[in-house]
């Protein structure tokens, strides 16, 4: 088949299976396969059908995008992507734009990713603001792994180790953390792509609390979930933050809220 076959044979299997963007994902399986960009799939007659079929077949498993095509794009970077850490999102890059911005004056800031993932916050901190010195922590040591992994590819010195909300207690300029924040019980009522995604990342602990009660820091930037953000921003208050903000997020939602500690 061509690859304008190939596309719509694609978008109609993927469809069928559920996917929400059928034809975006689509393009991009193709894109992987001709190893260009998805502005220039056009460009080619045929693609490899033997490579491409094991990979929308794990799509049709509703397997996220991101793990399939084993990268995923964060602001600047491009971040290896496997089941070890959540997939980097959208509505995290607004948390790294609360973030520099707090820190954008300072020369050498003490910057703290408690939960670091993959390591894209931490990453593109350290990307984006080359003189900070920014650590990642993590309880997970597959998720360190992999941001290990990625800062090695990048060519960026983070300092990752094992950690978790404690360290926040350390002393910083700024702390910022994308922690979980699904409910209990409501995995199962979401998108199946999350059931592939790690459960300790996703599920709400508290963490968003015990970081606030050990933080010692200047600036405080959490990301939250849909309908969180007020009572976050209150539990900060009664924990003595003051200039108290929330942010929407590109889609309007209430995403980031930011306090200052001292």
């Given amino acids: 088949m061509t690859v304008r076959q190939t596309l719509a044979d694609i978008e109609r299997r993927l469809a069928a299976a559920g996917v929400d963007t059928p034809r975006v994902d689509a393009e991009w399986l193709v894109a992987h396969v001709l190893g260009v960009s998805r502005t220039r799939i056009h460009e080619y007659e045929n693609v490899d059908a033997p490579a491409l079929e094991p ?22 970077l491009t971040l290896k992507t496997d089941r070890r850490a959540l997939v980097p999102r959208p509505e995290t890059e607004t948390v790294v734009e609360r973030a520099l911005a707090l820190i954008e004056e300072l020369e050498a800031p003490r910057v703290l990713d408690v939960g670091t993932g993959s390591g894209a916050i931490a990453l593109a901190i350290a990307d ?66 999350l059931q592939w995604e790690p459960h300790d990342a996703l599920v709400d602990t508290g963490l968003h609390e015990r970081i606030a009660g050990a933080a010692r820091t200047t600036w405080l930037v959490l990301e939250v979930g849909d309908d969180q953000a007020h009572d976050v921003a209150a539990a900060l208050a009664e924990h003595g933050y003051r200039e108290i903000r929330i942010s929407r997020d590109l889609t309007g939602r209430e995403r980031v809220v930011v306090a200052r500690a001292r």
Avoid at 60 to 72: C, D, I, M, N, T
């Fill in 128 to 193: 984006e603001h080359p003189t900070a010195r920014v650590t990642g922590v993590d309880t997970s040591g597959d998720a360190l792994a992999l941001a290990r992994e990625n800062a090695d590819r990048l060519g960026l010195d983070v300092e990752l180790r094992p950690g978790g909300a404690e360290a926040a207690g350390e002393g910083w300029d700024l702390v910022v953390a994308n922690p979980p924040y699904v409910a209990q019980g409501a995995l199962t009522r979401l998108q199946p792509e």
């Fill in 55 to 76: 990979l929308v077949r794990r799509r049709e498993r509703r397997e996220p995008l991101a793990y399939v095509l084993g990268e995923w794009g964060f602001r600047r």
